[in-house]
């Protein structure tokens, strides 16, 4: 009897409740083919997330029993829930080839003992990366229109500090307190002219938390709300800045003040890499009145 190893894939959370893709219809018609086939299912593994094939701990542990030669085939239920990268489904043949594993898809009909076989699974490879990148296109298409329309195209969950993300409006709204916080650190650097650390240590002596919980405000939190569009109502998308629908936080003439501030504070020359000691120049031998170096031992 046949060792059968299970394995089910979702790209997201959401993807995994449709009837569709879902986990448990993944393993009910995988279940169902190695019944048919009156093979002994040895392990079901499940992975949630579009990462690469490195970061799903369901896939690599069924590389481990590829190579250890624990099973001897392996069922899916659709050949992109293996993946989508061509690369990645040649890589994985290759290595259930070397290990006279035999693999199967409950909804494709495929025999990889065969040339043609092989050929017609490489051939769904190409059009399932197709689908992929067709997808990704489509998104990016669809941000960059959002972001053009001045719609917001970052995380609905994690919206910049000075602000919330309204569903139902689809923009960002302005948040009081931290928008407070947000006039103070500008204030604090381009009016009375603090830097990075000062601010920030200033904001943490206050006790006023920044965003992540636990965290404490540090220099590059500073100078990365210093430099941040979204404050003057703009939004950043794919190195370009459009006009946002959410309220200005900050007057864009003391925000040009602040952005001429940080760039001529980086064009400020390096300070000497040439020590400094009291006596330099001045102090001689005492038997030859060569003038003294110093020199690190």
Not at 210 to 232: F, N
């Amino acid at each position: 009897m046949s060792r059968a190893f299970v394995y089910c894939h979702v790209s997201t959370e959401e993807q995994s409740q449709d009837d569709h893709y879902s986990l448990a219809l993944q393993e009910e018609r995988c279940r169902d083919y190695a019944k048919a086939k009156s093979w002994r299912i040895t392990k079901v593994r499940k992975d949630v997330g579009s990462g690469r094939n490195g970061d799903r701990p369901g896939f690599q542990e069924l590389l481990q029993d590829v190579s250890a030669g624990a099973i001897d085939v392996v069922i899916v239920y659709r050949l992109d829930r293996l993946s989508r990268n061509v690369r990645d489904v040649y890589d994985f043949l290759e290595r259930t080839r070397q290990a006279d594993v035999g693999f199967v898809s409950t909804s494709e009909a495929f025999d990889t003992t065969t040339a043609m076989g092989r050929a017609m699974l490489g051939v769904a490879a190409v059009f399932s990366q197709l689908t992929r990148e067709v997808i990704g296109e489509n998104t990016r298409d669809g941000m960059a229109k959002r972001a053009r329309s001045g719609k917001y195209t970052g995380s609905a969950g994690n919206p910049p500090y000075g602000h919330s993300y309204s569903t139902a409006e689809g923009k960002l709204l302005v948040e009081p307190a931290e928008a407070g916080v947000v006039r103070q650190v500008f204030d604090l650097y381009g009016h009375r002219k603090w830097g990075y650390m000062k601010i920030a240590q200033h904001l943490n002596q206050e006790g006023i938390p920044p965003r992540m919980e636990g965290a404490q405000w540090s220099p590059r939190r500073v100078a990365a709300m210093l430099r941040s569009p979204v404050y003057v109502g703009k939004l950043p998308y794919r190195g370009k800045v459009y006009d946002g629908e959410q309220e200005p936080i900050i007057d864009q003439s003391l925000f040009d003040e602040v952005q001429v501030l940080l760039a001529s504070r980086r064009q400020l020359p390096p300070r000497s890499q040439q020590s400094q000691h009291l006596l330099s120049g001045i102090a001689r031998c005492g038997q030859c009145g060569e003038r003294l170096r110093a020199h690190w031992i």
